[in-house]
């Protein structure tokens, strides 16, 4: 039985009509298109082949979603050291008053070398006051307070890094007064506070700490806690 058309190949032979295997094997594929669809005279024909239906979902998906793709990111050009410095300065001052920013400006890549300068009423500590630092509820070390400013913040220069990442470069100074023997503390523009007892000080306005205060920054958990040896 033939199958192509399931008639007998002896019976077209005896018919006189070649079998569809034979006019496959004489003209070819297209041959035999032609042959049975117009004669054997036919033109050629043209095959074309087209994708199935799962290939042309599978196609339109992938056009969608490429469609859908977010455009990239615009490239960021680096700016100059004088633009960099003033944008790192518009941010330590974010209170956008002229003498934090100045106070604070172009730190050097060394500890102690933050520029910081320390208002006209600070001179160096006469005793021996210190702060405890304490970190979950273990005291750590206990840190001097001999400087006429002690700096904290997250950049090298500070007299004491923090590596919290909340922290400003430049966050706060401490400072004693030469007067009263005070000791103060100076929120330096911070963008995210200094605490003395959970209590958020106000910028660039001293807060005195007194014996068994705690000082805090931003959202670090590790805890000043100031006294006198």
Same mark, same amino acid.
């Given at each position: 039985? &033939?199958?192509?058309?399931?008639?007998? $190949?002896?019976?077209?032979?005896? %018919?006189?009509?070649?079998?569809?295997?034979?006019?496959?094997?004489?003209?070819?594929?297209?041959?035999?298109? /032609? +042959?049975?669809?117009?004669?054997?005279?036919?033109?050629? !024909?043209?095959?074309?082949?087209?994708? #199935?239906?799962?290939?042309?979902?599978?196609?339109?998906?992938? *056009?969608?979603?490429?469609?859908?793709?977010?455009?990239?990111?615009?490239?960021?050009?680096?700016?100059?050291?004088?633009?960099?410095?003033? #944008? +790192?300065?518009?941010?330590?001052?974010?209170?956008?008053?002229? &003498?934090?920013?100045?106070?604070?400006?172009?730190?050097? +890549?060394?500890?102690?070398?933050?520029?910081?300068?320390?208002?006209?009423?600070?001179?160096?500590?006469?005793?021996? !006051? %210190?702060?405890?630092?304490?970190?979950?509820?273990?005291?750590? @070390? +206990?840190?001097?307070?001999?400087?006429?400013? *002690?700096?904290?913040?997250? %950049?090298?220069?500070? $007299?004491?890094?923090?590596?919290?990442?909340? =922290?400003? /470069?430049? %966050?706060?100074?401490?400072?004693?007064?030469?007067?009263?023997?005070?000791?103060?503390? =100076?929120?330096?523009?911070? *963008? @995210?506070?200094?605490?003395?007892?959970?209590?958020?000080?106000?910028? !660039?306005?001293? @807060?005195?700490? /007194?014996?068994? &205060? *705690?000082?805090?920054?931003?959202?670090? #958990? /590790?805890?000043?806690?100031?006294?006198?040896?």
């Amino acid at each position: 039985m &033939d199958r192509w058309n399931n008639i007998d $190949d002896d019976t077209q032979l005896r %018919h006189g009509r070649a079998a569809p295997q034979r006019k496959v094997a004489l003209h070819g594929l297209g041959g035999f298109v /032609r +042959s049975s669809v117009e004669g054997a005279n036919a033109p050629a !024909a043209k095959i074309e082949v087209v994708a #199935s239906k799962k290939e042309q979902i599978k196609e339109k998906k992938r *056009t969608q979603d490429v469609l859908a793709m977010p455009p990239p990111p615009p490239l960021k050009l680096s700016q100059p050291p004088s633009e960099q410095r003033r #944008s +790192s300065n518009l941010h330590e001052g974010s209170s956008g008053r002229p &003498d934090l920013a100045a106070s604070t400006s172009q730190p050097g +890549s060394e500890p102690g070398q933050h520029n910081y300068k320390a208002p006209s009423w600070a001179s160096t500590p006469t005793h021996g !006051a %210190h702060l405890k630092i304490v970190k979950d509820g273990t005291i750590l @070390h +206990s840190l001097p307070l001999d400087k006429v400013a *002690t700096v904290f913040g997250r %950049h090298i220069s500070a $007299d004491v890094v923090c590596d919290h990442p909340s =922290l400003s /470069r430049l %966050h706060a100074a401490v400072c004693f007064q030469g007067m009263t023997g005070k000791c103060m503390v =100076l929120d330096l523009g911070s *963008t @995210h506070g200094t605490y003395v007892n959970g209590e958020r000080v106000e910028q !660039a306005v001293p @807060h005195e700490l /007194r014996l068994g &205060d *705690t000082l805090t920054f931003a959202a670090s #958990s /590790r805890k000043y806690v100031y006294g006198i040896s």
